[in-house]
């Protein structure tokens, strides 16, 4: 089974509120012209490209920084647990 990807999930969910919210007929003017211009910068590339970029490597950073906060981790396991992180972050920035 495939699993939904939270990130997307999240961006298409605001995306749909911002629809309906611009269909309320009392909306007021200011508000309508913030969702506006919200809805049209997630629509941007640099913006959708940053969210998915992000995500991705915030995956890799934050099992990193959960695992060296283990109490019973030695030094030289955090070091080694760096170096891995960054080699994945690494790998990632060179692959195609």
């Known amino acids: 089974m495939l699993q939904a990807d939270p990130g997307k999930l999240l961006y298409a969910s605001l995306l749909e509120e911002w629809h ?3 269909e309320d007929a009392k909306l007021q003017p200011d508000v309508r012209g913030r969702i506006l ?3 049209s910068q997630m629509n941007s ?5 940053g969210l998915n970029l992000g995500e991705i490597l915030f995956v890799h950073t934050d099992n990193f920084s959960k695992t060296i906060q283990k109490e019973k981790m030695s030094a030289v396991s955090r ?7 960054s080699d994945v972050i690494q790998s990632l920035r060179n692959d195609e």
């Open 20 to 22: 309906a919210c611009l």
């Open 37 to 39: 211009g919200c809805q």
């Open 45 to 49: 590339f640099n913006v959708f490209f």
């Open 79 to 85: 070091q080694r647990m760096a170096k891995l992180t």
